[in-house]
């Protein structure tokens, strides 16, 4: 079985401020992990991937995230959060990249305070 | 890029009446296509997975004469929510899998708006 945590519901940062999403993951062999950003009354936009290679990986709106298979987290960051970034967060963890399905975590919701 | 359209995006209607939900592929064609729903500040939670031309795959705990899922075509699945009743309320959303670009594709599903169900 999979699954993944996100251990902060809330996280609130200051404008400008550098901003770290938190999420730790559990999966049999190798990992296939995502960063999804829901606004309100929305669906699902991905943000960013990790399928191998480079442990950083950078994707939309300036967002990046670290995957560390020794602590099997793949935290989500930016250097400095903008009013827009708040939003509702999600990682995804998925034991196979393609047809399968993805677990994801409960969310984080990310107030950027101007 | 990948467009998922789902309709309507919002219904509200009396309990006992059934209610359909579209999710079309725009752009791409999709052979599996997955339906979630969403509680009040939950998760997403995995209800099927529907495949064109065969029956859906319903996840444990959802009841599949409740939720009738059709994936007639390449480019369209619908999720009928039959004789609604209000704890069905919630936010349903659909995905979809470029059958071709699967593979290479940057991410492994694109995403529909969403649709709020309001049932009185």
């Known amino acids: 079985a999979q699954s993944v945590a996100q251990p902060e519901d809330q996280v609130n940062v200051a404008e400008g401020n550098p901003l770290t999403v938190k999420c730790t993951y559990s999966?049999?062999?190798?990992?296939?992990l995502f960063w999804y950003v829901q606004y309100p009354n929305r669906g699902l936009q991905f943000l960013l991937k990790?399928?191998?290679?480079?442990?950083l990986v950078k994707g939309s709106y300036g967002f990046e995230a670290e995957f560390n298979k020794s602590q099997t987290s793949f935290h989500l960051k930016k250097p400095s959060a903008l009013v827009s970034d708040s939003a509702l967060y999600f990682c995804?963890?998925?034991?196979?990249?393609?047809?399968?399905?993805?677990?994801f975590g409960t969310g984080t919701r990310l107030t950027i305070i101007p | 890029g990948a467009v998922v359209s789902q309709h309507p995006s919002r219904v509200i209607c009396k309990s006992g009446t059934s209610v359909k939900i579209e999710c079309r592929s725009l752009?791409?064609?999709?052979?599996?296509m997955f339906w979630y729903r969403q509680f009040p500040k939950q998760s997403l939670m995995l209800m099927a997975t529907?495949?064109?031309?065969?029956?859906?795959?319903?996840e444990q705990g959802v009841e599949k004469d409740k939720f009738l899922i059709n994936h007639a075509s390449l480019t369209l699945s619908t999720l009928t929510v039959t004789s609604a009743h209000p704890e069905d309320s919630s936010f349903y959303i659909c995905?979809?899998?470029?059958?071709?670009?699967?593979?290479?594709?940057?991410?492994?599903?694109?995403f529909g708006d969403g649709t709020r169900l309001s049932i009185l």
């Open positions: 995804a963890v998925s034991s196979r990249f393609g047809n399968e399905k993805l677990t």
């Open positions: 752009d791409f064609q999709a052979t599996t």
């Open positions: 990790y399928i191998t290679g480079d442990n």
């Open positions: 529907s495949n064109e031309g065969s029956k859906a795959t319903y």
């Open positions: 999966v049999s062999g190798n990992p296939y």
């Open positions: 995905s979809a899998r470029d059958r071709q670009r699967a593979p290479y594709s940057n991410q492994p599903q694109h």
